[in-house]
């Protein structure tokens, strides 16, 4: 097996001093579905940024792809990025126009900027956008304005729109935060069976405990910018995870 995340010694210290990470080492190999749980300010948002360059690491190594992150050029890095989705809390669509375009959005990398321009589109890239919608269950919802969409609506088009980039790897910080329970199982479910089904790798860094250990293959627990626990989901204990939030495990037994 060919790794396809490598963090060796991954360090970064922020402007104002705070070290984020301080010395995380973590493979993980191809189409694994990784969790990154701990609690507030544990690095795991700085960690996903750090693993495509969004955030310069101050130390240690990351190779991705087979790519030296750090050392890599502009060029290499654009490329790199091309065929990483990124999902997040905040979803980052287009809000005044439609579902279908914004998805359209993702082929930006690797179709240039006639993406932004409807008449410019090809049919092709239209068929494209509108599998990837339907893949996600929002054909019907195509032409809807993405500010009347409701939140797990609008995560189904970001992760379509994460599609469109035919991606190898998708980085999820907090995909579900911010719907309810119902609709964020559907899209952790979705996440997963779409990972399985293109063998996609996917690191997710999740605050739902128990949404880890539904959908996700393997743990990394973080805290205070240290990798504390690493290991196969169903290996997994309350007590483990408790003591990566500190916390007393009756009260992750409730949450399970
Ligand atoms: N731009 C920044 N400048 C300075 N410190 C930062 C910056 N971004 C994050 N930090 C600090 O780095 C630490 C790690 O932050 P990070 O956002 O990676 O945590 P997190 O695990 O994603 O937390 P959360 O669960 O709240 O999203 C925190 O203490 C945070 O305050
Ligand atoms: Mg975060």
Redesign the pocket.
């Known amino acids: 097996m060919t790794a396809k995340i490598v963090t060796t010694g991954l360090a970064l210290r922020?402007?104002?001093g705070?070290e984020?990470l301080r010395g995380v080492d973590l493979v993980v190999g191809p189409g694994e579905l990784v969790a990154l749980v701990?609690?507030?300010?544990?690095?795991?948002?700085?960690?996903l940024?750090c693993l495509v360059r969004l955030q310069e690491p101050t130390g240690g190594s990351v190779v991705v792809n087979g790519v030296n992150v750090r050392k890599a050029g502009a060029r290499q890095l654009r490329r790199l990025r091309q065929d990483v989705g990124v999902v997040s809390q905040r979803f980052n669509l287009v809000e005044r126009i439609g579902a279908f375009h914004n998805v359209v959005h993702g082929a930006i990398g690797r179709e240039g900027s006639r993406c932004l321009v409807p008449a410019l589109c090809t049919t092709a890239l239209r068929a494209e956008a509108m599998e990837c919608l339907d893949r996600v269950g929002l054909a019907d919802l195509a032409r809807r304005r993405v500010d009347t969409l409701s939140g797990g609506q609008r995560q189904r088009v970001a992760i379509a729109r994460a599609l469109m980039q035919k991606p190898w790897l998708v980085l999820a910080?907090?995909p579900v935060a911010s719907l309810d329970p119902s609709a964020g199982r559907d899209v952790m479910e979705l996440l997963r069976s779409i990972a399985v089904e293109r063998e996609l790798t996917v690191v997710a860094?999740l605050?739902q405990v128990d949404f880890a250990l539904t959908y996700t293959q393997r743990i990394v627990g973080?805290q205070a910018?240290k990798v504390v626990l690493d290991r196969p989901t169903p290996g997994c204990t309350v007590e483990q995870l408790s003591a990566v939030y500190g916390a007393d495990p009756g009260r992750l037994e409730a949450v399970n």
């Open positions: 922020y402007r104002n705070h984020a701990g609690s507030n300010g544990a690095g795991k948002s700085s960690l940024r910080d907090e860094a605050h973080m910018g």
